[in-house]
C-alpha cells in the first residue's frame, strides 16, 4: 500500500458527461501529479501541483483540468468525454515535487466511457 | 522523441529463471533520476528503485538487482530466480528537468516489459 488512495475505483459513463476523480496524496506529501495510462499512448503525465499551486504541465486536454485542495487531496476533472478518454487514471504523490522526489501511485480509477 | 526505451514488449520465462530488462534513456542533462516501477495484474504501480545521475554503484535488493551504466545510458533490470508473483509489467522512467528556466521537471516513462513467469 502506498498510501495514495484514489476515488472511485472504476467509474462507467457516457460520452459527453462530465466525472471528478479523486486523489488523497500520502501523509505529508506535498506534490499531486495526475497520469492517464491507455493501451496506445501508454503512461503519459497530465499536470502535477505542489501545495496547491500548478507545479507543471503534461499532456492534458483543454477539457480537463484539476486543481489541489488547501487540505493537499486533489481532484481531475474531465468533461465533454469522449470514447478515447477511456483509461486508467493514477495520481501519485511525492514529497516536494522536485526531480529527485519518488512518486508514490495510488491503486488508479479505471474509467470506461460507453 | 523517445525519452526512454525498453526494447523487450513481452518475456516469457519458466519459474527459477533469471530474466533481464534493458532500460536506455536519453538525455542532455547531468543530473537526472532514473526508477523502476512494477505494475501487476492488479494495476497498481509499484516503486522499486530510484537512482541518481551519479551514483553508478549497482544495486541488489533479494533477488532484484540493477546494473546503471551511464557509458551506456542504461538502467537494466535483473530478476534472479522467478516467481510466479513476479509476473507483471515493469516500467523505466526517467526524472530529468524539462525547462532548465523554470523549476519544471518530467517523469518520462518507457513503454513497458510485460514479463511471465510460467510456473
Known amino acids: 500500500d502506498s498510501g495514495v488512495t484514489q476515488t472511485p475505483k472504476h467509474l462507467i459513463t457516457a460520452t459527453g458527461q462530465r466525472v471528478t476523480l479523486r486523489c488523497s496524496p500520502r501523509?505529508?506529501?506535498?506534490?499531486v501529479y495526475w497520469y492517464q495510462q491507455s493501451l496506445d499512448q501508454g503512461l503519459q503525465f497530465l499536470i502535477q501541483?505542489?501545495?496547491?499551486?500548478?507545479?507543471a504541465k503534461g499532456n492534458i486536454l483543454e477539457r480537463f483540468s484539476a486543481q489541489q485542495f488547501p487540505d493537499l487531496h486533489s481532484e481531475l476533472n474531465l468533461s465533454s468525454l469522449e470514447l478515447g478518454d477511456s483509461a486508467l487514471y493514477f495520481c501519485?504523490?511525492?514529497?516536494?515535487?522536485?526531480?529527485?522526489?519518488?512518486?508514490?501511485f495510488g491503486p488508479g480509477t479505471r474509467l470506461t466511457v460507453l | 522523441a523517445q525519452k526512454v526505451t525498453q526494447a523487450q514488449t513481452e518475456i516469457s520465462v519458466v519459474e527459477k529463471e533469471d530474466v533481464t530488462l534493458d532500460c536506455v534513456y536519453e538525455?542532455?542533462?547531468?543530473?537526472?533520476?532514473l526508477f523502476w516501477y512494477k505494475q501487476p495484474p492488479s494495476g497498481e504501480l509499484v516503486f522499486l528503485i530510484r537512482?541518481?545521475?551519479?551514483?553508478?554503484q549497482n544495486e541488489i535488493s533479494g533477488r532484484y538487482s540493477w546494473n546503471f551504466q551511464k557509458s551506456t545510458s542504461s538502467f537494466n533490470f535483473t530478476i534472479t530466480a522467478s516467481q510466479v508473483v513476479d509476473s507483471a509489467v515493469y516500467f523505466c522512467?526517467?526524472?530529468?528537468?524539462?525547462?532548465?528556466?523554470?523549476?519544471?521537471?518530467?517523469?518520462?516513462f518507457g513503454a513497458g516489459t510485460t514479463v511471465t513467469v510460467r510456473a
Open positions: 501519485a504523490s511525492s514529497a516536494l515535487g522536485g526531480p529527485g522526489d519518488t512518486q508514490y
Open positions: 522512467a526517467l526524472s530529468e528537468w524539462a525547462d532548465k528556466y523554470s523549476n519544471d521537471y518530467k517523469l518520462s
Open positions: 501541483y505542489y501545495n496547491g499551486e500548478e507545479r
Open positions: 501523509s505529508g506529501d506535498l506534490s
Open positions: 538525455t542532455r542533462d547531468t543530473t537526472y533520476y
Open positions: 537512482r541518481n545521475s551519479f551514483d553508478e
